[in-house]
C-alpha cells in the first residue's frame, strides 16, 4: 500500500447504476429528484455525479501562485500582538498582518516586529485610524529594518491603503512619494493595488 501511486486502485469501480441502485434503495421510495438543488433559474444541481456523467476530464488549474498561511494580529497592545504574532508564526503562518489602531513610534515598531524574522515571511501593514501618514510607517519600517541588518531588498510585505477611500483630501504628493520610497528601496514590499492608485492620481 506505502508504494500504490492511486490508494484506490485496490478497489472495484462502482457504475451509474449500481450507485442509482443503492441510493434509491436507501431513499425507500423518496423521489430521487428531491434532492436535487436549484442553484439559479436554470441551473440544478444533482444530489450526486458520477464519472460517467462526464465525456472528459479537466486537469487541475496550475499556475505559478505561492500561497501563504496568514494571521491577521490585532495591533492595539505592541506587546500583546508581538506575543501572537510569534505564536502564529511558531504554528506555520508564513504571512502577517498588523492591523494597527494609531500611529507607531519607532520604539513601538520595534516592540511588535521584535524577535521576527522579516526575510523569511511577508510582513503586512493595515493602518486602521484617522490621519494615517503611510510614510511615516514606511519610513520607520525602512529604519528597522536596516537597524536589524538586514537588507531591505529583501523584505517582502505591503502597507495597503487606498488614496481615493481611506482620506477626504488624499496627501497625493505624500503618497507618491512613499510609492516612489518604496520602489527604490523595498523592491519586492508592495501592494500593486495601493501602488496604481497613488501613482495614477499623483
Given amino acids: 500500500m506505502g508504494n500504490a501511486t492511486n490508494l484506490f486502485e485496490g478497489f472495484q ?5 449500481e450507485w442509482l ?16 438543488f436549484q442553484l439559479e433559474e436554470d441551473i440544478t ?6 464519472p460517467e456523467d462526464f465525456n472528459e476530464f479537466y486537469k487541475p488549474l496550475a499556475g505559478e501562485t505561492s500561497w501563504q498561511i496568514g494571521e491577521y494580529i490585532e495591533a492595539s497592545n505592541v506587546k500583546t500582538a508581538n506575543e501572537q504574532a510569534l505564536e502564529a508564526l511558531n504554528g506555520g503562518a508564513n504571512a502577517l498582518l498588523f492591523e494597527l489602531r494609531h500611529e507607531l513610534s519607532e520604539d513601538e515598531l520595534s516592540q511588535l516586529l521584535a524577535g521576527i524574522e522579516l526575510e ?11 490621519d494615517k501618514n503611510p ?16 537588507n531591505p531588498k529583501n523584505i517582502d510585505g505591503s502597507l495597503d491603503f487606498d488614496a ?3 482620506w477626504s483630501n488624499p496627501p497625493f504628493d505624500d503618497l507618491a512619494k512613499a510609492v516612489q520610497f518604496v520602489i527604490k528601496k523595498c523592491p519586492i514590499f508592495e501592494s500593486w493595488k495601493w501602488m496604481r492608485v497613488a501613482c495614477t492620481l499623483a
Avoid: W
Fill in 135 to 150: 510614510a511615516l510607517l514606511l519610513e520607520r519600517f525602512y529604519n528597522f529594518i536596516k537597524s536589524s541588518g538586514k
Fill in 21 to 36: 441502485a443503492k441510493i434509491e434503495k436507501d431513499l425507500k421510495g423518496k423521489p430521487l429528484a428531491d434532492l436535487q
Fill in 45 to 50: 444541481l444533482e444530489p450526486f455525479y458520477h
Fill in 164 to 166: 481615493i477611500l481611506d
Fill in 120 to 130: 523569511y515571511i511577508q510582513t503586512n501593514f493595515g493602518q486602521y485610524f484617522p
Fill in 13 to 17: 469501480s462502482v457504475s451509474k447504476s
